[in-house]
């Protein structure tokens, strides 16, 4: 059974930091590409990041480049992403998902399981 279970979610300030993980088991968590995406109240999900299997290649939205860093432990089997300088409208639930195709990083659909959900609540 595969399952991908995030954590770290929570209340914080504008201009705080958050790291959220991504326990993976019941695949071959080093042979895929893993993301990051996230839906705001009364939005469509949204790509945050992504990142090969290798960590060698990685992806961003637009809305979080050179605010949040995507990284994996293979070791570990898990996913992070690191949030910093985070905003109001950084709020949303945020989801990790694995990528089936090896690419089309921004595209959910090349995504087949994902976690439940973690909420993010940023304050002004």
């Known amino acids: 059974q595969v399952q991908l279970v995030e954590s770290g979610g929570g209340l914080v300030q504008a201009g705080d930091s958050l790291r959220l993980s991504c326990a993976v088991s019941?695949?071959?968590?080093?042979?895929?590409?893993l993301g990051w995406f996230r839906r705001a109240p009364g939005k469509e999900r949204e790509f945050v990041a992504a990142?090969?299997?290798?960590?060698?290649?990685?992806d961003y939205g637009d809305s979080v480049k050179g605010r949040f860093t995507i990284f994996r432990d293979n070791a570990k089997a898990t996913v992070y992403l690191q949030m910093n300088s985070l905003k109001p409208e950084d709020t949303a639930v945020y989801y990790c998902?694995?990528?089936?195709?090896?690419?089309?990083?921004?595209?959910?659909?090349?995504?087949?399981?994902w976690g439940q959900g973690t909420q993010v609540t940023v304050s002004s």
């Open positions: 990142l090969s299997w290798t960590g060698g290649s990685t």
């Open positions: 019941g695949l071959s968590f080093s042979t895929y590409v």
């Open positions: 998902a694995r990528n089936f195709r090896y690419n089309d990083y921004h595209d959910e659909g090349a995504y087949d399981y």
